[in-house]
T-cell receptor, first 112, second 112 residues
Framework: LAKTTQPVSMDSYEGQEVNITCSHN???????ITWYQQFPSQGPRFIIQ???TKVTNEVASLFIPADRKSSTLSLPRVSLSDTAVYYC?????????????FGSGTQLTVLP | DAGITQSPRYKITETGRQVTLMCHQT?????MFWYRQDLGHGLRLIYY???????DKGEVPDGYVVSRSKTENFPLTLESATRSQTSVYFC???????????FGPGTRLLVL
């Protein structure tokens, strides 16, 4: 299983760019990297997913170096509503779900 | 409303009682999942199902039973509840070939 490690918490201010890094040294060839966002009392919500290099969508960017042993979620110009827990998920979802691994999550707090 | 729903949203039970948590999705997704979320552990996979009548264990299956007679439903049963099963339970689904999971709102279970 590809174990993931994330910072427990991060603070930022409104308007700043936030980068959250996830380490996954044992990532397998077929594994994808997926990030989810979770607000209190809600289920996680998909943010972005990638396999290598850089992926960008309307809410975030995901940077994956060539060795794929880590990944960085980048949130541009955060607002107070971005305060949430962010999870890094590594696994080959198209295969056995037993290969899924959720990180412990990073509590991002955006301050005014 | 289309989507993934869970019931009940809150449940209090006593040690030794049987409890069933319901999960229903309207998308006809092939895969369905049950997770539990505890402080300090993030999300841990309990059971998953790749299709109707196909289920498999996740990371923490002991004390739980699942069934999937219909594609849209994936109930989770605690046959004899224990205090250690006090947790928030999330159901999720995804379509075959996609890496994105969609989570339900969660069920908060308290075992006294």
């Amino acid at each position: 299983l590809a174990k993931t490690t994330q910072p427990v918490s991060m603070d930022s201010y409104e308007g700043q760019e936030v980068n959250i890094t996830c380490s996954h040294n044992n990532i397998a060839t077929n594994d994808y990297i997926t990030w989810y966002q979770q607000f209190p009392s809600q289920g996680p919500r998909f943010i972005i997913q990638g396999y290598k290099t850089k992926v960008t969508n309307e809410v975030a960017s995901l940077f994956i170096p060539a060795d794929r042993k880590s990944s960085t979620l980048s949130l541009p110009r955060v607002s107070l509503s971005d305060t949430a827990v962010y999870y890094c998920l590594v696994g080959a979802l198209s295969g056995s779900a037993r290969q899924l691994t959720f990180g412990s999550g990073t509590q991002l707090t955006v301050l005014p | 409303d289309a989507g993934i729903t869970q019931s009940p949203r809150y449940k209090i039970t006593e040690t030794g009682r049987q409890v069933t948590l319901m999960c229903h999705q309207t998308w006809s997704h092939s895969y369905m999942f049950w997770y539990r979320q505890d402080l300090g552990h993030g999300l841990r996979l309990i059971y998953y199902s790749a299709a109707a009548d196909i289920t498999d264990k996740g990371e923490v299956p002991d004390g739980y039973v699942v069934s999937r007679s219909k594609t849209e439903n994936f109930p989770l049963t605690l046959e004899s509840a224990t205090r250690s099963q006090t947790s928030v339970y999330f159901c999720a689904s995804r379509v075959a070939g996609s890496e994105t999971q969609y989570f339900g709102p969660g069920t908060r279970l308290l075992v006294l």
